[in-house]
């Protein structure tokens, strides 16, 4: 006789966690937005008319740092400058891979003089942090606003602000290979607006991201679900709340609490979703992501506390 098979009724209503996920420890740079304001419109999601509570921005910016620490990560700070209002978005201040960096070099005039700023901390503090060598950017890339690294190759947009010949500037720079993706709607202008990666590639573990797949050109979508199969395409709704903009250390995923969808997704593949309220900083086109750029050291450099 065969034994009776387990009753229906107890099977999990949601897929079982299949994966176990784990966090590594980062390095994050983070810039306070004591100066934060919207006074010019460089994307679509600033508004001059719109007010911005810039004490709240710094309350709220606090508990992203805390949640960031609160999982065993070091945040460094750089200095905010007066008259760069735009300056808390450290993403675009550079990339750091392997201890190789490159400032950026930006599009706008009103946040070309960050782009000094960055260039002085990464060769000073950074240097103190496993940042090996660093290079001038001689054309146009606004970090890791554009450019994100999966273990394996540096994801690099193109379409509102890094151009394609930063691509290969980039690629030679830090000694990796690029793989260029073409943005198209104006609201996704940073490539960290339209895709997060959430796991990185090392050993035999696959490198893994979500993306909004409206954000990009046919060719380029072609190139993201030939790359990454088992992707999480986020909804239009979760898109537009910057929920793509997030930070994962392999197991929590920092995101805006406003993209419910990605949330239950992320929850679904054995992820920890950390909601964060970044409400002032969303006036200014920006979220989690935006506000924080990854220091990677060079391999077994002995990286101060
Ligand atoms: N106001 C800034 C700009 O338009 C926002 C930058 C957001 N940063 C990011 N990594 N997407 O340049």
Not at 109 to 135: F, I, M, N
């Amino acid at each position: 006789l065969t034994p009776p098979l387990p009753a229906a009724a107890t099977a999990p209503a949601v897929a079982p966690r299949s994966v176990e996920r784990t966090a590594t420890p980062r390095r994050y740079l983070m810039c306070p937005p004591v100066h934060f304001d919207v006074v010019y419109a460089i994307n679509p999601w600033m508004d001059v008319s719109v007010p911005v509570d810039a004490g709240l921005a710094v309350v709220q910016w606090q508990a992203l740092k805390a949640a960031y620490e609160a999982r065993g990560h070091t945040v460094d700070v750089i200095r905010p400058e007066p008259g760069l209002p735009d300056m808390v978005y450290a993403a675009n201040g550079g990339i750091v891979v392997g201890g190789q960096a490159l400032a950026a070099r930006f599009t706008f005039p009103e946040r070309q003089p960050e782009g000094a700023a960055y260039e002085a901390w990464l060769r000073t503090s950074g240097a103190q942090h496993g940042v090996v060598s660093l290079g001038q950017a001689v054309e146009r890339n606004e970090g890791e606003g554009d450019l994100l690294w999966d273990g394996e190759v540096l994801l690099a947009g193109t379409g509102f602000r890094t151009t394609r010949e930063a691509h290969a500037e980039v690629a030679a720079r830090l000694d990796v290979d690029v793989v260029t993706l073409e943005l198209v709607d104006p609201r996704f202008y940073h490539l960290d607006t339209a895709l997060a990666v959430l796991t990185t590639a090392s050993g035999d573990r696959r490198p893994e991201v979500a993306y909004f797949p409206g954000a990009f050109t046919s060719e380029s979508l072609a190139v993201l679900r030939e790359r990454y199969p088992d992707a999480i395409e986020a909804t239009e709704d979760d898109a537009a709340v910057l929920g793509l903009n997030a930070v994962s250390d392999g197991r929590h995923v920092f995101l805006t609490q406003r993209a419910t969808g990605m949330h239950a997704a992320l929850r679904e593949r054995g992820y920890e979703p950390v909601g964060i309220d970044l409400s002032e900083l969303f006036k200014g086109g920006g979220s989690v992501k935006c506000c924080t750029l990854e220091l990677r050291p060079a391999p077994g450099t002995e990286v101060a506390a």
